[in-house]
Nanobody
Framework: QVQLVESGGGLVQAGGSLRLSCTASGRIFSRYGMGWFRQAPGNEREFVAAINWSGDTTDYAESVKGRFTISRDVKNMVYLQMNSLKPEDTAVYHC???????????????????WGQGTQVTVSS
């Protein structure tokens, strides 16, 4: 089992920044690809960003490219730095872990076995 806990959400004005953190515990963290997804009211949960297990390959949704950065440390933390935030970024952001020892990030919801409860991000105009 892997347990994931997100933090760092909040209310910010358009153009501002937030840094989300995800703390992972449980099984061997280093062999898991990690991702961030978000879900706004009435919408499907959508992919935001992903990083492979070794931390050297990332991928992003088109809507956040150039504004968001995903990173991880060697222990048990994953981060999402969000800059130039827009009102349409408002959502609950979820951290996810998927076991995969390959070299590419996991992009599909079904590839992730573990999910956090989420943290609310609200961007005001």
């Amino acid at each position: 089992q892997v347990q994931l806990v997100e933090s760092g959400g909040g209310l910010v004005q358009a153009g501002g920044s937030l840094r989300l953190s995800c703390t992972a515990s449980g099984r061997i963290f280093s062999r898991y690809g990690m991702g961030w997804f978000r879900q706004a009211p009435g919408n499907e949960r959508e992919f935001v960003a992903a990083i492979n297990w070794s931390g050297d390959t990332t991928d992003y949704a088109e809507s956040v490219k150039g504004r968001f950065t995903i990173s991880r440390d060697v222990k048990n933390m994953v981060y999402l730095q969000m800059n130039s935030l827009k009102p349409e970024d408002t959502a609950v952001y979820h951290c996810a872990a998927g076991y995969y020892s390959g070299n590419y990030p996991l992009l599909q919801r079904g590839e992730y076995q573990y999910w956090g409860q989420g943290t609310q991000v609200t961007v005001s105009s």
